[in-house]
């Protein structure tokens, strides 16, 4: 099992900048990828972006070019740069950790996001 904590949510106006981390601790070794995905109130949680052992990298459409996922293995943090933030980004985002056989997640940490 791994633990999850995510950090550096908050508000910030259209356009600025945030940038969330996850601390991964317990079995780490087992973690092929770490990821974000977010929910907006009323809406199912969708993947936003995930980062591979290897440093590979994969984002959603609506992220892509503006979020940036990446990782420091040496203290088991991944972290989501976001840049020009808009309304709709607004959400908890959630990290979480794919292992082999199972998946564990953070608690979340909310986005807002003012127009």
């Known amino acids: 099992q791994v633990q999850l904590v995510e950090s550096g949510g908050g508000l910030v106006q259209a356009g600025g900048s945030l940038r969330l981390s996850c601390a991964a601790s317990?079995?780490?070794?087992?973690?092929?990828?770490m990821g974000w995905y977010r929910q907006a109130p009323g809406k199912q949680r969708e993947f936003v972006a995930r980062?591979?052992?290897?440093?590979?990298?994969y984002y959603a459409d609506s992220v892509k070019g503006r979020f940036t996922i990446s990782r420091d293995n040496a203290k088991n943090t991944v972290y989501l740069q976001m840049d020009r933030l808009k309304y709709e980004d607004t959400a908890v985002y959630y990290c979480n950790a794919a292992m082999p056989d199972s998946t564990d997640w953070g608690q979340g940490t909310q986005v807002t996001v003012s127009s």
């Open positions: 980062i591979s052992s290897g440093g590979s990298t």
């Open positions: 317990g079995y780490t070794y087992s973690i092929n990828y």
